[in-house]
């Protein structure tokens, strides 16, 4: 029961942002064109339109859903219910196949106490992560008829103890990513992220780390690491959620040689006397790029640059039962929006980057008396912005990389697609986040990670494969 109300009080209080619908900044069609448009056969939904005012788009190159085939699904083992909030793929495991590395349950906990958040001071909280074969995918009317991965490893803590020191029970291990060895590093790495998803009640406006990394078998974790500096715009609301690596041609072109990317959207400002600001959270989600370190034992704070965020306009977009639209940088934001997945997909000829999240379609309702919500997903207290979505949205990678280079505002950019996959199981209103994504470049394969599934407190996790 206590994983079932952590989760459930989560689902509200990661509920970070809003503002109704917002048509995209350039005045288009809300959202870009017809809502009913089927993308080629049953790839889902499909918005396509202008990606507002940012300069330095290619269309020809922009990667379209079309672009993907579904292959099938995969469940995880048990040991995954109320996780998978984080995925990688890496290449060399399974002998060289290519395997899976997922985060365990998404909060910290004692091995001793599985499946609880860490409410007792005296348990010894880790984050944890296995390696799981990757079974051939199948198309099954139902998610129970799917096969099942097998665990290569038992599940391994691999933050020793570090993530802790944020917070102990408000965060959730939320992203893992695969690094080959750099510089003098002994051998490779793999980083964890953080989601701190009620540092407001935790801290109040200070920022945060977010980052870790440690060897393979999760052992020497080094961290915790800010990224960039402790200054604007980089605070730590509006970081760890998701964690992905991008091609070295791109680090080269527009990120100073960073290979890492990590984002959240989270839309409480780090103080609310401004009626606009870029400090603390962000009305929509980001991409701020870093430097992996190349040696075992660093100190200090991660070489960062921001890509993208969005402004904080509160309460003018984001104030509960309050707003204009017209204040929101994101078009349709709502505090509700819950981005938990990230990668840069390229299948040669055209490319994106695609966040997967969890989106609000209502208005930015918060249940304060007299005001009630009616969201047949939860009564709890906070936000609510029912209907719910999951949606994975595309990004132009060159105009992100203009924003990189400085010479546009990073909310300038917006998506120039949303994609609504019809293959998830759960439809119409689900009341579940999604969880990771990763992509396999070699063998052009994307990952997407859905919870949410099962009775009552199972919140089972399957994995959709599409094929580029």
Known sequence: MKRFLLCLLALTLLSGQRCNNQPPIDGGPQNGGDPTNGGGGGNGTIDDGPSGPAAGGVPEERLRSTDLAYLG????PDDFNWGA??????????GGAGSLLVTGFQALYDSTHPGEACWNAAWNCRAYFGEVRIPAPVVRANWEDLPMATLRTAMTSFDGGLASAVHREWTFVSDIEYVPRQGTQSGDKLYGSLNFWYAEGGIGEDTFPTIWFANLDGSQARGMF???????????????????????????QYLGGRTLV????????????????????SQGPTLFAFQPWDTDNPTGNLDALPVLYYRVAFPGCAGPNVGSPAACDYPDFTMCDDWTGGAFVDNGAR??????GYKGLGDNCYDEPPVECHDPCSDAHGYHCNPYERQVIFYDVHEL????????????????????????????????????MAFDAEGRRL??????LGEGEMNA?????WSL
């Open 73 to 76: 699904a995969f469940r995880l």
């Open 461 to 465: 996790v399957v994995v959709h494969v």
């Open 85 to 94: 909030l984080g995925l990688c793929y890496y290449p060399d495991g399974d």
């Open 226 to 252: 800010h990224v960039g500096p402790d200054a604007n715009p980089y605070h730590g609301r509006k970081m760890g959620s998701y964690l992905f690596t991008v091609p070295e041609w791109y680090a080269e």
């Open 447 to 452: 990952f997407m990670v859905e919870r949410g």
């Open 351 to 356: 490319r994106a980057v695609m966040p997967l």
């Open 401 to 436: 990389g203009e924003s990189a280079l400085g010479r546009q505002n990073p909310w300038a950019v917006v998506p120039y697609t949303i994609w609504r996959p019809t293959e998830f199981y759960l439809r119409g209103n689900p009341c579940y986040n999604a969880g990771g």
């Open 262 to 281: 990590t984002g959240r959207s989270r839309g409480t400002p780090r103080t609310g006397f401004d009626p606009v600001s870029t400090d603390g959270g």
